[in-house]
């Protein structure tokens, strides 16, 4: 349903668009926040499941060094963002032969040294694909200093 196209750590995201991205390992100034942001591909089955629901969930979970450390948390397309956006996906996907991009992002609050990576499921809680082919298991990781 949902494949990663592009993803970048950084300092911050405006305007859904990654600011000040960082290279691995980064350094991060104590009261700073990591950020993940993601451009994730929608196929079909995907955009089938948001029409029916009205809501696409993708879930994120931030880990450091091995272990989970977060909650998940959705940052997929809600409720209140398809009744939004409802006619620019739907414009969006017919122009791509039913599939299309949707960007989000997450950020992990004051992260100590470590090596940090996001574990990211579809709505079925599947482990999500990277669109390169062959197609991997997506876990972006980054190291952070401070």
Known sequence: MVSVVNYS???????LEPVGVLSDPAVLQKGKRLHLWLNIQI?????KYLRSLGKLPVYLRWGRDGWLTDPAMDVGITLGQWQ???SGIKWKAQQ??????WRTHANKATPINGRYYASILDANKKVITSIDF?????????????
């Not at 750590?9 to 305007?15: D, G, Q, T």
């Not at 196929?43 to 955009?47: F, M, Y």
């Open 96 to 101: 791509g032969g039913g599939v299309f991009t």
């Open 134 to 146: 062959p197609a991997e298991y997506f876990r972006p990781e980054i190291t952070v200093n401070r």
């Open 43 to 47: 196929n079909k089955s995907g955009l």
């Open 84 to 86: 939004t956006a409802q």
């Open 9 to 15: 750590f950084s300092r911050s995201v405006m305007n």
